[in-house]
């Protein structure tokens, strides 16, 4: 959806500016410079959205790994109140607890 925004806003300026560049400063013909103009356009929009993709991704390993990590240190807490299990049993069951309750949040 943010890619189809991105074209349908940006290309249509772009290709004015292309027609503008291109003739005024390269000697191009303005449909020329149109092309020219959509062409860099679409390549720095798709270089733009693969940045904004990529960042969201790392945000949501964050809160994910961060999730985990909390629920791995609170079993491990809770299992030393319990005298027969250790920290690692109870991070163990922290871990599996907390993957199973990320897949239903995330889907």
């Not at 500016?17 to 013909?29: I, P, Q, R, S, T």
Request: hydrophobic content about 65%; glycine content about 16%.
């Amino acid at each position: 959806m943010l890619r189809i925004i991105g074209y349908a806003l940006v290309l249509p300026a772009l290709a004015l500016a292309g027609a503008w560049v291109g003739d005024a400063y390269l000697g191009l013909e303005p449909l020329w410079g149109a092309g020219l103009g959509v062409a860099l356009g679409m390549i720095g929009i798709a270089i733009l959205i693969s940045i904004i993709s990529t960042l969201m991704f790392f945000v949501r390993v964050l809160i994910f790994g961060g999730f985990l990590l909390l629920v791995v240190a609170l079993g491990a807490y809770i299992t030393t109140l319990i005298p027969f299990l250790g920290p690692i049993a109870g991070g163990l069951i922290g871990l599996v607890v907390g993957l199973i309750a990320m897949t239903q949040v995330i889907g």
